[in-house]
Every structure is written in structure tokens, then in C-alpha cells.
């Protein structure tokens, strides 16, 4: 099999090197591609080492599956143009993901979709979002979804390398001058500084006061799951975290489901691992470097009917990102 990573030298581009390694998938060739800063840069995949190029016209030629990950402009350029080199994309940014010809999957949720791709492309939803929706399928099944209201709390590696190196750069104490001025240093993408501090806006503002990544999470979930009057609402939050993004989830459901059997609704489905008992809930420290969707602190709302709480933890590299590239291109191959 012949891949193309475009993105390869990004966060989400070294991790999907690293689960296609690990996944055993038999990767004969890869392309590696990124800008013109990484041209000629030596980067290790399956054990061997391959020099970065830049895309240009033929650069999808022979290519089986083309990894997208380097931002939704170059995927707008390059996604019909891999497609009709003879690609299968997957897309890992937003470009795709709203079209109605482009499937938006998560492997778990709905593989089958990946089939049907007019353009060529599947897109790979937002990582809070994938988490979130691997949970939500699990108690839809069980009690069938009325409501869903998110709060995140996501790394900084959300926002790539940069995000990263500007966390490393504030705690160091890069930037600090007045104690009250939450000025970010320069170059960071976060309109704060974020160490040592939570900053409740990823994206723009829209008219109505949502940003980017919350109309995302809201949008997405609706067309993943298949339920287009599904009522979501979700609060975006950038935290000092690394690696990690954690979900509290409130879910109100059309049948009555106690926790217990929320629990084993969420216990027995695939790509969940469950934390039992009240000191044994996910952080995103555990969850880094790890494929699963963590899930604990189950709870039913005191008050409100058919509503239960969960906290849901994952890597957002891996099954937020790379991970589920990788999954469906597994599932297009068949298992
Ligand atoms: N980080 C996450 O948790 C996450 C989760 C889900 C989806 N995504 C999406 O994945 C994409 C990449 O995210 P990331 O976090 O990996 O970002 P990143 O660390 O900033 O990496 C960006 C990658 O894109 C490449 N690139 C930038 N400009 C380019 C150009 N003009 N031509 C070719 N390659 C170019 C970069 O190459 P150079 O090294 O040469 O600059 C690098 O390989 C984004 O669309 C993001 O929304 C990210």
C-alpha cells in the first residue's frame, strides 16, 4: 500500500506515523509532504527514514490513501486534486466535513458512510468531537438521544506544534509583564495567555456569540450520528493541558437509563474504555498516548428526568486525530 501524509512533519502528521507502525498496516511507500520549510527534511515512518517533500501536480499518482493534516486551505487545494490522481483522502481538517458529499466518520459510529465519497474524500470530524460522539452512540443506543450540553477542556497540541512551544515558552516565563495582562507571547495561536490560565474561546465569534469550535462540535455531531434536529449545545475551552482533551457531557435521553445501565451501555461498546467507581475517572494525562475514549464519573442528574452526567478523556492526536484517520482507512480496507 502507498500513503500520503500531507502534514507529515505536524503533530497530527508524526502521530499518524506512528499508528500505521503500530497497527501493523502493510505500508510499502510513503510520501511524505509539508512546506517548503521541511522540504528535504529527513523523517522516520516504518522504520525507515524519507525525505519530506513539497505537493505538487502527480505528488497523489499511485497513491491508495492520501492523510490530510496540514490545515483546511492546503486540504481545499489538494483534496479534489489528490482525489482525482486516484487517492482515497482522508481529511483531518474542518474543509470537508459540512459537505454533504463527503462523508464524516468515526469508525465506531458510522464506518458504513466512508462507502458512499461522490469527491473522493472522507472527512475526519474535530477531535472533541470524535470523543464525544463514540459515548453518545453508546447511550443512544441504549436510551436514544433528546439533548446533549458539552463543556471542554482542551490541550494546547489542539492548536499543533505551536500550541505546544507557546505552553513551553509561557511557563518559562516568557512574556510576563504586568501581572494582569493576560497577554500571550508572541506567535502563540490562544488570544490569552494560557499558562496558567483557561481561556474560554477556540475559534472566532460568530453573530450569535458560539465560536468556530463550538458550532463544529454542535454541527458535527448531527451529521455523524445521523439525527439532523438533535439538540447540542457546547462551551469550548482551551486549558494548560499538553496532550488530552476532556469532555463533561450532559445527556438527556428519550428512555429512562440509570447509571448502572448507562455504565453498561458504555462498557460494552467498542473503542471505550470505562472507569468504575467515583476515584477512578480518566485525566488527560492517563489518556495521552493511548487510542481509547476513557470514560467515568456517571451520574444521574438529581433533578432532571432522563438526564445523565459523564466525563469522557482522550488523546486528541490519536483518537482525536491520527487514530481515527487510521481506523478508517483500516475499515476501507476491511478490518
Ligand atoms: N492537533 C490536533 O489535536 C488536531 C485534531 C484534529 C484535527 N486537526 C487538524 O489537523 C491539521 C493539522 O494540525 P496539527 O495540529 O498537526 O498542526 P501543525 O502541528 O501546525 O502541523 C501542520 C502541518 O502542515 C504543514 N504545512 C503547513 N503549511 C504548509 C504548506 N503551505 N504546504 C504543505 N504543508 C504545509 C506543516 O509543515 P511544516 O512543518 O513544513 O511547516 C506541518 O506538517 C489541522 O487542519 C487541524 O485542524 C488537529
Given at each position: 500500500m502507498h500513503v500520503a501524509i500531507l502534514?507529515?512533519?505536524?503533530a497530527v502528521g508524526r502521530t499518524m506515523l506512528g499508528v500505521l507502525a503500530e497497527r501493523g498496516l502493510p505500508v510499502e511507500r510513503l510520501t511524505l509532504l509539508a512546506s517548503e520549510r521541511s522540504a528535504g527534511q529527513r523523517v522516520e515512518g516504518g522504520g525507515r527514514e524519507w525525505a519530506g517533500e513539497v505537493p505538487r501536480p502527480?505528488?497523489?499518482?499511485?497513491?491508495d490513501f492520501a492523510l490530510f493534516s496540514a490545515g483546511a486551505d492546503l486540504s481545499r487545494e489538494w483534496g479534489p486534486r489528490a482525489a482525482e490522481e486516484g487517492a482515497v483522502v482522508v481529511d483531518?481538517?474542518?474543509?470537508?466535513?459540512?459537505?454533504?458529499?463527503?462523508p464524516l466518520v468515526v469508525p465506531e459510529v458510522n464506518m458504513a458512510a466512508a462507502q458512499h465519497r461522490p469527491r473522493g474524500i472522507v472527512a475526519n470530524p474535530n477531535c472533541s468531537t470524535i470523543q464525544m460522539v463514540v459515548a453518545l452512540q453508546a447511550l443512544h443506543r441504549a436510551g436514544g438521544l433528546r439533548r446533549v450540553v458539552a463543556s471542554t477542556y482542551q490541550s494546547v497540541s489542539g492548536a499543533g506544534e505551536t500550541g505546544r512551544d507557546t505552553l513551553r515558552r509561557e511557563n518559562e516565563?516568557?512574556?510576563?509583564?504586568?501581572?494582569?495582562v493576560a497577554q500571550p507571547v508572541?506567535?502563540?495561536?490562544?488570544?490569552?495567555?494560557i499558562a496558567g490560565n483557561v481561556i474560554p474561546q477556540i475559534g472566532d465569534f460568530d453573530v450569535e456569540g458560539w465560536t468556530g469550535e463550538e458550532r463544529k462540535m454542535m454541527d458535527e455531531t448531527r451529521k455523524i450520528m445521523g439525527i439532523p434536529d438533535l439538540a447540542v449545545a457546547a462551551t469550548c475551552v482551551r486549558v494548560p493541558v499538553e496532550v488530552g482533551h476532556s469532555v463533561q457531557v450532559m445527556v438527556e435521553t428519550e428512555r429512562e437509563l440509570s447509571a448502572e445501565a448507562a455504565r453498561r451501555a458504555l462498557a460494552l461498546f467498542p473503542g471505550i474504555l470505562l472507569q468504575g467507581g467515583p476515584e477512578a475517572y480518566p485525566t488527560p494525562w492517563e489518556a495521552a498516548g493511548r487510542d481509547a475514549v476513557f470514560v467515568g464519573r456517571i451520574r444521574k442528574d438529581p433533578l432532571i428526568p432522563n438526564t445523565l452526567h459523564l466525563w469522557v478523556v482522550a488523546d486528541n492526536l490519536r483518537k482525536g486525530a491520527a487514530t481515527n484517520a487510521v481506523q478508517i482507512v483500516q475499515g476501507l480496507r476491511g478490518g
Open positions: 502534514g507529515a512533519t505536524g502527480g505528488s497523489f499518482r499511485g497513491v483531518n481538517s474542518s474543509a470537508w466535513r459540512m459537505d454533504p458529499d463527503v516565563g516568557e512574556g510576563l509583564t504586568l501581572p494582569r508572541e506567535g502563540s495561536p490562544f488570544r490569552r495567555r
